[in-house]
């Protein structure tokens, strides 16, 4: 947090010297319900998780809460996997993982957490001083995730089939689309799209059940809480 002097010291019986600033992060770190929005008429949203989880690794809770809060407000969101999933299924929290892809109902999103690719990157938020060669590795790690093995071939084919399927559902007064989204893939990439969305793409288990979110806002209240703790801590040396 950003600590400033009080513009309104003196207004209305204010005699605090210093005021506090914070992102959103403390609430919601990926902003789905302000992507989701109808209005938008998005295909795709990119959803990067660089939050800490409870390993300094992305855990899943990040986009657990903004699902379960979208769908509590009522915006469209694609089936997204609960945090019991997330815990069981490495493959969600080490590598990028798309959602949506059979349906038209939400834009699809693309999930890529914080992993190492070329640089262990889960530094704490309360490190505060970086060498030149960390902050390298840094952004060189991050290049490298939306760059790993097949995935910019693969985001070529979700992109160009959502922003096709799209264009013709509006040309058809948005009637069923038949076997989406094999239809829209160029006909050249059948073959390697299909591919990429049978390794990328998620789909829910039977039954599943989503996240409630009182359960997870309540969690994320508990985190902040002990975040705020940790980071105070270390900007004072321990001597709170």
Known sequence: PAQLPNPFRGLDGDEDSQIYFTDVGACEQIPLFSLLQEERGLDVVFALDSTEGNTSWP?????????????????????????????????????????????????????????????????????????????????????????????????????????????????????????????????????????????YCWHPEEDQEADAWEATSGIVDDLNRQNLESLLDNLFEGRR
């Open 59 to 199: 855990n899943g809770l990040a986009l657990g809460i903004s699902a379960a809060h979208a769908r509590h407000v009522g915006l469209p969101v694609p089936d997204t996997p609960n945090l019991q999933q997330f815990a069981r299924d490495e493959r969600l929290r080490k590598g990028a993982t798309f959602f949506g892809c059979d349906s038209l109902d939400a834009p699809a999103i693309v999930y890529i957490p914080n992993h190492e690719v070329s640089f262990a990157s889960n530094f704490s938020y309360s490190k505060l001083q970086w060498t030149a060669e960390e902050q390298e590795a840094m952004l060189r790690n991050g290049f490298d995730q939306l760059t790993e093995d097949d995935l910019p071939e693969c985001l070529s084919c979700l992109l160009a089939s959502r922003q096709r399927a799209n264009g013709a559902q509006a040309c058809q007064a948005r009637r069923p689309l038949p076997s989406f989204p094999q239809d829209f893939w160029p006909e050249a990439k059948k073959e390697r799209c299909a591919a990429c969305f049978q390794r």
